[in-house]
């Protein structure tokens, strides 16, 4: 069996904690990742430092549960997103799905997952 087709669905979200619509989605997002657990969240923060991420997660009270530190914003050159906050959402099998620049809502990322996940898990190939 390819390795490939035995992966997760993913919504990586670029963020910062000095970018305004970043910290006002992020709150929803964590709740999200919290509420999709058939779905890998992964918060790629954008050139800060440990400290100052911890420091931001500690004043606000968020829990991320995975966090990836991109120093030099390779992720967001590598998907071309121009600006911050951005959500890509990945296939099971890695290729990118859509991508979604600015804030999001929590209706447009529910519709987003609903598009990510395989519609019927019981059917057979």
């Not at 999200?32 to 991420?53: T, W």
């Not at 606000?60 to 959500?87: C, E």
């Amino acid at each position: 069996m390819d390795r490939r087709s035995q992966g997760r669905p993913a919504v990586l979200n670029l963020w910062a904690s000095w970018c305004p619509p970043c910290r006002r989605e992020m709150p929803m997002m964590a709740d999200m990742a919290g509420s999709n657990p058939q779905v890998d969240f992964l918060f790629a923060n954008q050139g800060e430092g440990r400290k100052a991420i911890a420091a931001y997660l500690r004043h606000t009270g968020v829990d991320l549960k995975t966090i990836l530190l991109d120093p030099f914003a390779d992720l967001s050159r590598h998907y071309g997103a121009m600006g911050l906050p951005a959500t890509l959402f990945i296939n099971p099998d890695g290729t990118l799905a859509a991508t979604h620049l600015g804030e999001i809502s929590r209706e447009a990322l529910a519709e987003r997952l609903v598009a990510l996940l395989p519609q019927d898990r019981t059917r057979t190939e």
